[in-house]
Structures are given as structure tokens and as C-alpha cells.
């Protein structure tokens, strides 16, 4: 589970098998908690694409009574601090922390009248219905960007058009760019014919690290103070990057100092540098927002003048099975950056075509980003009210009816 929706890849069972377990079927508007592993997880069943869901003995479910009680008020209660506070706290220890049906049906909760819930539902509820647009809109552009990445530099769509006969520029481009004159610039840059190699003719494999320099991260020693206050820098580590809805990095859950920045010989990476979680696990993606010191499970690519974020970013995604690849560990998989560098992929000799790519793509990516900073500033603003609505600190201000 993860937001307001039960969601993911769902298992199914027989119609029959469903009627056995008819105490486990949960429908449209019930509350779906964890009992176990992940304590304090709520979510709402949605109304679609299934009408019931069969849930498993790891979670329970709780049904409101709709005449007093409004299903998204009571999620969002549920969600709050105070009552996961009250989760945690009431806990059963033994063994691994869980709760039970007992415990959850003798869980105190406020009854406001039912139209002051609905007011604080609907309120926090647009909050998340545009963190929700944004993440949707940057899911398209980050797919945009990808697929004409792919279309040029993975599967030389344009060349293949213009081997096969193909005149039109737009058509050439695949439709990716329908301007018929910047099309036309961009065509001119793809050759019309495959050399003996299979590559487009003038293209060669190219070594990630002919392009950008890779560097790594180290953690300044816990045992000194003085490498983590004043803590003054950001200071990343994979688990920053696990639980990311964008690619978009702007904070870190830990700082350093001078003195630890120091101890780092990569020092400061620049806004725009693409982090590559490097082990445990590999394949966090993100593109910093502030300048960044990263640690050992990273591998840190910043932009240059003729190679930019967005380039980096689609390499890396595009190129992900040979980065898997080439790790290595007997603890775990990692990928050494002496194993990265080495890394190719198909590019022309007349860079163009990148910075052209670049031109074309940072634009997306900057909508992107600018989107994901809007989502951080929904998210801060529903968070900071969430326990105020809550707790009746603040009010929602009555709908004033037109003259």
C-alpha cells in the first residue's frame, strides 16, 4: 500500500475461493490497515477496477458507518501523527511488532459532525488530487523524454526511417517533433544508412566515461562530531532516493560539516548531477537540486557543457541491464565505478546530435522538476494542516453562498 488507494500488483482467486473467505472481502471505502512487518500503513479500497478484494492475514479492514462517518476523513485521521503514534505505541512487542482487530476496534477516535468531516476530507483531498495530477503529468514527460532518447540513440529510428525511403522530416522523427522545420534540422543530423557494424554510419560504441567523469562517495566517521555539526551540507545515501515519487532531489535525511565535506574527496557535486544508487539496491535514479555530497552507495555523474541532466538521466535508465551486468560482490551486487566508466552505448561522431537531444529534452525535465517542487510545497502545506484539522486547531472556513 502506498497514498490514500489500495493499489499494485494484485493476486486473484477463484470466485469460489472468494466465497470462503468471505470475512476477508473488503469493498469500495473501507480502511485496509497492516497488522504486521509495515505497522501504521492505511489505505482506502478504490472504486475501480474491482467492486471487492480479498485481504490477506497480514491486514485488516474497517468499515464505517456512512451515516456518521466519512471513509476519507477517517483516512486521512488514520494517516495523521498523533494516531500513528497511537499504532506504535499500543503495539504488541512480542516477536515482530503487530496489532490486531481487538486493538483497532477499541481505538478512540474523534465523531465531528459528519459535514465537518466531509469539509476537512474534501480540503486535504485536493491537496493530494494535484500532487496526484503532477505526478501523472511528470510520468508523461519523463516518458517522452525517454521514448525519443530511445528512438534516437537505442533503436536509430531516424535512421531507419530515412533507410527505408522516408522523406518526410516530421515522419523521420517518428512524430516526436511535429514542428515540420525544426524536424527537418534535426533529420539532417542522422545518416541514411547502417554501417557493416550495425550501427548508423559514423556512429561508434562509446565508454560512458569518455563522456562524464563518474565519481563516488564515502561517509565521514560517525564517531566524530565534528563531521556532522554544524551539519551545513547535504549529504546523500540510497535510502534518501527509496522512498522518491519524482526524480527530483532536493533534501537529505542527514547533513555534514565543513570538516566531514572535507573527508569527501568528491566534495560538493552541482545542481543537475545524476545520482545512481550503486548497491543495495542498484538503480536509484535521481537528479540532485541543491548541491549534494554523496556516499559510498552512489555513483555520482555530473553534467557538463555538451552532456546535461537529462541526457545522463535516459542513459542511465536506458542502459540499466548493462549496468546490472556489470556489478559484482559476493555480499551483495554493487557496481564499481571501475566497472561503470567502462560502459558503452551507440553515439554519432558529430555531438550534435547530443547537445540537439539536450535542447530538446531539458525543457520536459525542467516542467518535470518544476512540477515535483510544486508537490513538495502541497505536500508540506497538507502536512502541516493534517494534525491542525485534526485536532480542531484550525477550521475550514464555510462556503459563503453567492448573492
Given at each position: 500500500?502506498?497514498?490514500?488507494?489500495?493499489?499494485?500488483?494484485f493476486?486473484?482467486?477463484?470466485?469460489?475461493?472468494?466465497?470462503?473467505?468471505?470475512?476477508?472481502?473488503?469493498?469500495?471505502?473501507?480502511?485496509?490497515?497492516?497488522?504486521?512487518?509495515?505497522?501504521?500503513?492505511?489505505?482506502?479500497?478504490?472504486?475501480?477496477?474491482?467492486?471487492?478484494?480479498?485481504?490477506?492475514?497480514?491486514?485488516?479492514?474497517?468499515?464505517?458507518?456512512?451515516?456518521?462517518?466519512?471513509?476519507?476523513?477517517y483516512y486521512?485521521?488514520?494517516?495523521?501523527?498523533?494516531?500513528?503514534?497511537?499504532?506504535?505505541?499500543?503495539?504488541?512487542?512480542?516477536?515482530?511488532?503487530h496489532?490486531n482487530?481487538?486493538i483497532?476496534?477499541?481505538?478512540?477516535?474523534?465523531?465531528?459532525?459528519?459535514?465537518?468531516?466531509?469539509?476537512?476530507?474534501?480540503?486535504?483531498?485536493?491537496?493530494?488530487?494535484?500532487?496526484?495530477?503532477?505526478?501523472?503529468?511528470?510520468?508523461?514527460?519523463?516518458?517522452?523524454?525517454?521514448?525519443?532518447?530511445?528512438?534516437w540513440?537505442?533503436?536509430?529510428?531516424?535512421?531507419?526511417?530515412?533507410?527505408?525511403?522516408?522523406?518526410?522530416?516530421v515522419?523521420?522523427m517518428?512524430?516526436?517533433?511535429?514542428?515540420?522545420?525544426r524536424?527537418?534540422?534535426?533529420?539532417?543530423?542522422?545518416?541514411?544508412?547502417?554501417g557493416?557494424?550495425?550501427?548508423p554510419?559514423?556512429w561508434?560504441?562509446?565508454?560512458?566515461?569518455?563522456?562524464?567523469?563518474?565519481?563516488?562517495?564515502s561517509?565521514?566517521?560517525?564517531?566524530?562530531?565534528?563531521?556532522?555539526?554544524p551539519?551545513?551540507?547535504?549529504?546523500?545515501?540510497?535510502?534518501?532516493?527509496?522512498?522518491?515519487n519524482?526524480?527530483?532531489?532536493?533534501?537529505?535525511?542527514?547533513?555534514?560539516?565543513?570538516?566531514?565535506?572535507?573527508k569527501i574527496?568528491?566534495?560538493?557535486?552541482?545542481?543537475?548531477?545524476?545520482?545512481?544508487?550503486?548497491?543495495?539496491?542498484?538503480?536509484?535514479?535521481a537528479?540532485?537540486?541543491?548541491?549534494?555530497?554523496?556516499?559510498?552507495?552512489?555513483?555520482?555523474?555530473?553534467?557538463?557543457a555538451?552532456?546535461?541532466?537529462?541526457?545522463?538521466?535516459?542513459?542511465?535508465?536506458?542502459?540499466?541491464?548493462?549496468?546490472?551486468?556489470?556489478a559484482?560482490?559476493?555480499?551483495?551486487?554493487e557496481i564499481?565505478?571501475?566497472n561503470?566508466?567502462?560502459?558503452?552505448?551507440p553515439?554519432?561522431?558529430?555531438?550534435?546530435?547530443?547537445?540537439?537531444?539536450?535542447?530538446?529534452?531539458?525543457?520536459?525535465?525542467?516542467?518535470?522538476i518544476?512540477?515535483?517542487?510544486?508537490n513538495r510545497?502541497?505536500?508540506e502545506?497538507?502536512?502541516?494542516?493534517?494534525?491542525?484539522l485534526?485536532?480542531?486547531?484550525?477550521?475550514?472556513?464555510?462556503k459563503?453562498?453567492?448573492?
Amino acid at each position: 500500500m502506498g497514498g490514500r488507494w489500495v493499489g499494485g500488483d494484485f493476486a486473484f482467486v477463484s470466485t469460489g475461493k472468494a466465497e470462503n473467505l468471505s470475512s476477508n472481502i473488503a469493498q469500495p471505502d473501507d480502511l485496509i490497515f497492516t497488522q504486521r512487518g509495515t505497522l501504521g500503513q492505511v489505505a482506502l479500497v478504490p472504486s475501480a477496477p474491482y467492486d471487492r478484494y480479498i485481504i490477506s492475514q497480514s491486514q485488516m479492514k474497517l468499515t464505517v458507518n456512512r451515516e456518521i462517518a466519512c471513509p476519507i476523513f477517517y483516512y486521512y485521521l488514520f494517516s495523521s501523527e498523533d494516531q500513528q503514534a497511537y499504532i506504535f505505541n499500543n503495539a504488541i512487542q512480542t516477536g515482530v511488532p503487530h496489532t490486531n482487530l481487538g486493538i483497532l476496534r477499541n481505538t478512540p477516535v474523534p465523531l465531528p459532525p459528519l459535514s465537518v468531516q466531509r469539509e476537512i476530507a474534501q480540503l486535504l483531498s485536493s491537496l493530494d488530487d494535484k500532487i496526484e495530477l503532477n505526478r501523472r503529468l511528470n510520468d508523461t514527460l519523463e516518458g517522452i523524454a525517454q521514448a525519443i532518447f530511445r528512438d534516437w540513440f537505442v533503436d536509430f529510428g531516424p535512421t531507419r526511417r530515412k533507410a527505408a525511403g522516408e522523406a518526410d522530416p516530421v515522419a523521420i522523427m517518428g512524430g516526436l517533433t511535429p514542428d515540420p522545420a525544426r524536424a527537418a534540422q534535426l533529420a539532417a543530423l542522422f545518416p541514411a544508412a547502417f554501417g557493416d557494424d550495425g550501427l548508423p554510419v559514423g556512429w561508434t560504441e562509446t565508454a560512458i566515461g569518455d563522456l562524464v567523469k563518474a565519481q563516488g562517495g564515502s561517509t565521514p566517521s560517525t564517531g566524530d562530531e565534528s563531521l556532522w555539526a554544524p551539519a551545513k551540507h547535504y549529504w546523500a545515501t540510497p535510502k534518501d532516493l527509496s522512498n522518491m515519487n519524482d526524480l527530483a532531489l532536493f533534501n537529505t535525511a542527514r547533513q555534514i560539516s565543513d570538516a566531514g565535506l572535507a573527508k569527501i574527496t568528491s566534495g560538493l557535486l552541482p545542481v543537475g548531477s545524476v545520482l545512481l544508487s550503486s548497491r543495495a539496491p542498484i538503480g536509484y535514479l535521481a537528479i540532485a537540486q541543491v548541491p549534494v555530497a554523496i556516499n559510498q552507495g552512489f555513483i555520482g555523474l555530473a553534467p557538463t557543457a555538451e552532456v546535461g541532466s537529462a541526457y545522463l538521466y535516459c542513459w542511465c535508465k536506458a542502459n540499466m541491464d548493462k549496468i546490472v551486468a556489470n556489478a559484482n560482490g559476493s555480499t551483495f551486487q554493487e557496481i564499481s565505478k571501475k566497472n561503470f566508466r567502462p560502459i558503452t552505448s551507440p553515439l554519432p561522431a558529430d555531438r550534435r546530435l547530443i547537445s540537439a537531444f539536450v535542447d530538446v529534452a531539458e525543457p520536459l525535465f525542467a516542467r518535470l522538476i518544476a512540477g515535483a517542487s510544486e508537490n513538495r510545497t502541497l505536500a508540506e502545506t497538507r502536512d502541516y494542516l493534517l494534525p491542525r484539522l485534526m485536532s480542531g486547531t484550525v477550521r475550514v472556513a464555510p462556503k459563503v453562498e453567492a448573492a
